[in-house]
């Protein structure tokens, strides 16, 4: 799932801005210190799966996309500051893809 | 009746101050204040050095490189992640929320700075 070069966008590429773009407002609301934190973690886990991840891979991309729903709602609360419940999933994630 | 003969007059008397008045200067005053309510806001001047500006912090742009005209992923070899990335930077510089839809098409400076211009609330 390269991310495009310019070209228009589809759908599904559509929906992973746009979540990419959730996280980025979300972190916006927590202290300075978590916020870097989460930007440069999120960034690191989009750009990962945007060269892994084979852009054909509709099923694989849409349990991902559902996966980070669910993880930006845990975001959002106000409770969660840090990133552990990302961190958790991250590295689950990781073990799903090898 | 009367009532309605005293509303009548009072609607008639500002329409016929505006006309005595607006007789030759009135376009000329609506043009002028149609300009300075979006002076009064931003110029379209400070829009497009914000914007470089921002554009030009990014940490992957060569500062060098970047004008009114560049295409973000074109001229600037940046990814649409990147250009999420841009986009969020110029609503938190502009302190605005740019919907989904809208973010998704601003991709190069000139769109940028067209959005921001006409957005009633940039600031």
Not at chain 2, 6 to 21: D, G, K, N, S, Y
Not at chain 2, 30 to 57: A, C, G, N, P, W
Not at chain 2, 115 to 122: D, E, F, G, Q, R
Request: contains cysteine.
């Amino acid at each position: 799932m390269a991310a495009s070069k310019g070209q228009k966008l589809s759908g599904m590429q559509k929906q992973v801005l746009s979540l990419y773009r959730g996280f980025l407002r979300a972190a916006r609301s927590k202290p300075a210190e978590e916020r870097r934190q989460i930007e440069s973690i999120v960034s690191a886990e989009f750009r990962q799966n945007s060269k892994q991840v084979d852009r054909k891979n509709f099923l694989y991309i849409e349990y991902l996309l559902r996966r980070g729903k669910k993880q930006l709602d845990q975001l959002k609360s106000p409770d969660t500051i840090g990133l552990s419940s990302v961190n958790v999933s991250s590295s689950k994630k990781q073990n799903a893809d090898t | 009746m009367a009532l309605r003969a005293a509303v009548l007059r009072h609607i008639r008397l500002p329409v016929q101050t505006l006309t005595a008045t607006g007789s030759r200067p009135q376009p000329q005053w609506s043009f002028l204040r149609l300009f300075s309510s979006h002076d009064d806001h931003l110029t379209k001047e400070e829009v497009i050095d914000r914007v470089l500006d921002v554009v030009k912090s990014f940490p992957k742009v060569d500062p060098s490189k970047v004008t009114p005209d560049v295409h973000f992923q074109k001229d600037l070899g940046l990814d649409s992640l990147d250009n999420v990335e841009i986009v969020m930077a110029l609503e938190e510089e502009f302190k605005l929320e740019i919907p989904d839809k809208e973010a998704d098409k601003i991709d190069s400076c000139n769109l940028a700075i067209e959005y921001i211009y006409n957005h009633p609330m940039a600031g």
